[in-house]
């Protein structure tokens, strides 16, 4: 079956615009996770989703950022006001539900410049 | 405070060696699940093998044992007779149980696979 999908896989914008990057679950998965990775490091949890509705977003840095995932199924993550330091590959992830064994598969990742 | 630590930055192994990935974690948490992930240079998060904390045995998944030692907090990951594909970016990850689902990621460890 089909992974997570995220698009575009590359986006190349100038300061203080405006971006959106798109995630496409896995069918089924109920629950899904927003991380962002800069360069050299390790994944940084910003949000995740149970269902339609955010159960934990302590991750994300400012209210410039901000993501829906309002039927349930793909996710939008939105970033205001895009500034330099926002520049890294953001990861979307996906798993079947809760529980102690809940492995998360992982999308390909939307690389973000801004330049 | 640092949850998880990858003390090596970069490893380098001769092929068909057998390698081992350091991993020490950080939680007041009776209830936690320990994850290995590889990261090739495509840059595609796999899932390698996972640890609960009431697992009485370790986790094994082919070529991958993790050597989960829970008094030293440690959960080292082995790769037994590595394979030139086993070159890739390795992050430890731990999620905290009760209704937390997010994963917290190391630093990340490169390993470097030599004919």
């Known amino acids: 079956g089909a992974g997570v999908s995220q698009t575009p896989s590359n986006k190349v914008t100038e300061k203080g615009k405006y971006v959106e990057l798109r995630c496409d679950p896995i069918?089924?998965?109920?629950?899904l996770y927003w991380y962002r990775q800069s360069l050299g490091q390790g994944p940084e949890f910003l949000i995740y989703?149970?269902?339609?509705?955010?159960?934990?977003d302590s991750g994300l840095p400012n209210d410039r950022f901000f993501a829906v995932r309002p039927e349930g199924s793909v996710s939008t993550l939105k970033i205001q006001r895009t500034e330099r330091g926002d520049s890294a590959v953001y990861l979307c992830?996906?798993?079947?539900?809760?529980?102690?064994?809940?492995?998360?598969?992982f999308g390909p990742g939307t690389r973000l410049t801004v330049l | 405070a640092q949850k998880i630590t990858q003390t090596q930055p970069g490893m380098f192994v001769q092929e068909k060696e057998a390698v081992t990935l350091d991993c020490t974690y950080d939680?007041?948490?009776?209830?936690?699940?320990l994850f290995w992930y590889k990261q090739p240079s495509s840059g595609e998060m796999i899932f390698l093998i996972y640890?609960?904390?009431?697992?009485?045995q370790n986790a094994t998944e082919g070529r991958y044992s993790l050597n989960f030692q829970k008094a030293r907090k440690s959960a080292n990951l082995v790769i037994s007779a590595s394979q030139l594909g086993d070159s890739a970016m390795y992050f430890c990850?731990?999620?905290?149980?009760?209704?937390?689902?997010?994963?917290?990621f190391g630093q990340g460890t490169r390993l470097t696979i030599n004919p």
């Open positions: 939680t007041s948490d009776p209830s936690y699940g």
């Open positions: 069918s089924g998965h109920t629950a």
């Open positions: 992830a996906s798993s079947k539900d809760r529980g102690p064994y809940n492995e998360q598969f």
């Open positions: 989703f149970q269902g339609t509705g955010a159960a934990d």
């Open positions: 640890q609960g904390s009431y697992d009485q």
């Open positions: 990850a731990m999620r905290e149980g009760g209704g937390a689902q997010k994963l917290v």
